[in-house]
């Protein structure tokens, strides 16, 4: 069975330019996950949907950012415009539950963003 | 704000030898997950824990969560280069639907 499919693996862009993440959740799986990693802040949770609604936001950074799943096999992460701080690996996760207690948080190979 | 600190942040060690790294918190957590991270993939879970006191066995890698689930361990026995990564802990609480994620304990085995 096919992973959690996350695109583009790699990315460089210039400052200010619009960027989109996307991510392909296992199938079956009503729980994704978007994250962001660094060395400084390790794994942070941006946002996760629940049936492909919205359930929390608050780890989003600011407004530049921002999340949507039109459907079931879809969802993407975008930010605009883009800062240098914002270079980093954002990782799409999927779960058949929340991710806790006992349940598993598959995620995918990530997406690595640097901003010049 | 619930934190979970693990340490050592880096460990270097030679193939043979035994290692354990800890992830701890002033918190309680419902549960307790261990994740290992290879560069350039995402994390993959390896153990979850969910009583205090618990320990779970994974080939050479031994888990334990503390009596008052607060902290967890990791132990492995005679260590080999393909556990190289990062490990990573994360804990849940009952009524917060965030994991809480640990910054990690960087492992090198050298062969």
């Known amino acids: 069975d096919a992973g959690v499919i996350q695109s583009p693996r790699h990315e460089v862009t210039e400052m200010g330019q619009e960027v989109t993440l996307r991510c392909k959740p296992i199938?079956?799986?009503?729980?994704l996950f978007w994250y962001r990693q660094t060395m400084m802040r390790g794994l942070e949770l941006l946002i996760y949907?629940?049936?492909?609604?919205?359930?929390?936001d608050s780890g989003m950074p600011e407004d530049r950012f921002s999340a949507k799943m039109p459907n079931a096999s879809f969802s993407t992460l975008k930010i605009q415009p883009s800062e240098p701080r914002d270079s980093a690996v954002y990782f799409c996760?999927?779960?058949?539950?929340?991710?806790?207690?006992?349940?598993?948080?598959?995620f995918g190979e990530g997406s690595w963003l640097t901003v010049v | 704000t619930q934190l979970l600190e693990q340490s050592p942040q880096f460990l270097s060690i030679q193939e043979g030898e035994n290692l354990t790294v800890y992830c701890n918190s002033s918190?309680?957590?419902?549960?307790l997950q261990w994740y290992r991270q290879e560069p350039g993939e995402g994390p993959v879970l390896l153990v979850t824990?969910?009583?205090g006191g618990e320990v779970k066995k994974l080939k050479r890698l031994t888990f334990q969560f503390g009596d008052a689930r607060k902290d967890s361990s990791l132990h492995i026995t005679a260590a080999q280069p393909g556990d190289t990564g990062l490990y990573l802990c994360?804990?849940?609480?009952?009524?917060?639907?965030?994991?809480?994620w640990g910054l990690g304990t960087s492992l090198a085995v050298n062969p």
């Open positions: 996760a999927s779960s058949t539950r929340r991710g806790v207690s006992g349940n598993t948080i598959y």
């Open positions: 199938s079956g799986h009503d729980y």
């Open positions: 949907f629940n049936n492909n609604v919205p359930i929390d």
């Open positions: 918190s309680v957590f419902s549960s």
């Open positions: 824990v969910v009583t």
């Open positions: 994360a804990g849940g609480a009952g009524n917060n639907r965030k994991l809480i």
